[in-house]
T-cell receptor
C-alpha cells in the first residue's frame, strides 16, 4: 500500500515570503509526482508535475524531487493571499508488487495561509 | 473548453434509493477515475478505467459500481446508498493510462445520504 505523507498545517506565511511545502512517499518505485492546489469546496487543480531528480521551475512555483530520500517539495515564491489553499501531493508509479498501477495516490494535503 | 463535467453538483437522498452520478469528459482521454474526499481522510480512489470496457477497483470500491461503455462517459452508481457514503465525490480523467499523465478533475458532487 503506497503512502504519501504531508504535514497537515496550517502553514502560515506573510505575503511576499517563500512558502515551502513538503511531501514524503513510501513506494520507492514511484515515478511521477504532482502538486495540486485545492480551494475550500472546489476541485483539485494541477499546479506542477516532476519526474526527474532535481528542481523544476514554473513561474513562482518550484518543485523539487529527491528520489533517494523519497521526498518531494513545492516552493512558492512571493506568496500572495490568493495562494491560500490546501496543497495536495500526489504520487504515481508501479505498486510494490511490481505490477502496473496507474492510480494517483494523494496525501491529505497541507493548508497554506498567506497573511496580507 | 476542455473539461470534466459532473452532475449533479449537489444531491440529497435517502438510504437505499439508487442513484447515479454522471461524469463526462470532452478531451478524448483514455483514463478516468472516481475519488471521494472526506475530512481527515483525503482523496481516496473508488474505481478507475483505463479504457472503454476496462474498469477496476480502487481503494474503497464497496457500495459502488461503474461502467465505461463509451470513452467520454464514466458514471458512478450507488445501488443502495448508505449514510457512510455521504461525501464529496470527484471524477477525473487523464490523457492515457500512464505514470506521466496528470489527472484533470471535475467540479465535484456533494452527496448527502440521510
Amino acid at each position: 500500500q503506497k503512502e504519501v505523507e504531508q504535514n497537515s498545517g496550517p502553514l502560515s506565511v506573510p505575503e511576499g515570503a517563500i512558502a515551502s511545502l513538503n511531501c514524503t512517499y513510501s513506494d520507492r518505485g514511484s515515478q511521477s509526482f504532482f502538486w495540486y492546489r485545492q480551494y475550500s469546496g472546489k476541485s483539485p487543480e494541477l499546479i506542477m508535475f516532476i519526474y526527474s531528480n532535481g528542481d523544476k521551475e514554473d513561474g513562482r512555483f518550484t518543485a523539487q524531487l529527491n528520489k533517494a530520500s523519497q521526498y518531494v517539495s513545492l516552493l512558492i515564491r512571493d506568496s500572495q493571499p490568493s495562494d491560500s489553499a490546501t496543497y495536495l501531493c500526489a504520487v504515481n508509479g508501479p505498486g510494490q508488487s511490481g505490477g502496473s498501477n496507474y492510480k494517483l495516490t494523494f496525501g491529505k494535503g497541507t493548508l497554506l495561509t498567506v497573511n496580507p | 473548453e476542455a473539461q470534466v463535467t459532473q452532475n449533479p453538483r449537489y444531491l440529497i437522498t435517502v438510504t437505499g434509493k439508487k442513484l447515479t452520478v454522471t461524469c463526462s469528459q470532452n478531451m478524448n482521454h483514455e483514463y478516468m477515475s472516481w475519488y471521494r474526499q472526506d475530512p481527515g481522510l483525503g482523496l481516496r480512489q473508488i474505481y478507475y478505467s483505463m479504457n472503454v470496457e476496462v474498469t477496476d477497483k480502487g481503494d474503497v470500491p464497496e457500495g459502488y459500481k461503474v461502467s465505461r461503455k463509451e470513452k467520454r462517459n464514466f458514471p458512478l452508481i450507488l445501488e443502495s446508498p448508505s449514510p457512510n457514503q455521504t461525501s464529496l465525490y470527484f471524477c477525473a480523467s487523464g490523457r492515457e493510462a500512464s505514470y506521466n499523465s496528470p489527472l484533470h478533475f471535475g467540479n465535484g458532487t456533494r452527496l448527502t445520504v440521510t
